[in-house]
């Protein structure tokens, strides 16, 4: 019932931006916090920035002013602009969902920075 749908992904050059959309369904995504993700093979999946449900926002300290995330709440659609990429930040990014106190996820967009 819960469907999040990542989108945005691509393959960039050192330097090159990205829009990342998360389409929200099944969840009342007014009131939920929301969230992006990353992970690499054989790691573990790390929080790239948080937004509440009253537009609060969370970054990760390496993220340093690169990514921006946002959510527009008319089209229940949550947002992550990646600027300045580089080969570090290659992994497979997620939209996540906390609705009663449970998360849900999406399945993932693979973001490729060539060195």
């Known amino acids: 019932q819960v469907y999040l749908a990542d989108t945005g992904g691509g393959s960039v050059q050192p330097g090159g931006s990205l829009r990342l959309s998360c389409s929200a369904s099944?969840?009342?995504?007014?009131?939920?916090?929301m969230a992006w993700y990353r992970q690499t093979p054989g790691k573990e999946r790390e929080q790239v920035a948080q937004?509440?449900?009253?537009?609060?926002?969370t970054y990760a300290g390496y993220v340093k002013g690169r990514f921006t995330i946002s959510r527009d709440n008319a089209r229940n659609t949550l947002y992550l602009r990646v600027n300045s990429l580089e080969p570090e930040d290659t992994a497979v990014y997620y939209c996540?969902?906390?609705?009663?106190?449970?998360?849900?996820w999406g399945r993932g967009t693979q973001v490729t920075v060539y060195s």
């Open positions: 099944g969840v009342n995504f007014k009131i939920s916090t």
């Open positions: 937004i509440t449900s009253s537009g609060d926002t």
């Open positions: 996540q969902a906390r609705y009663c106190d449970r998360d849900f």
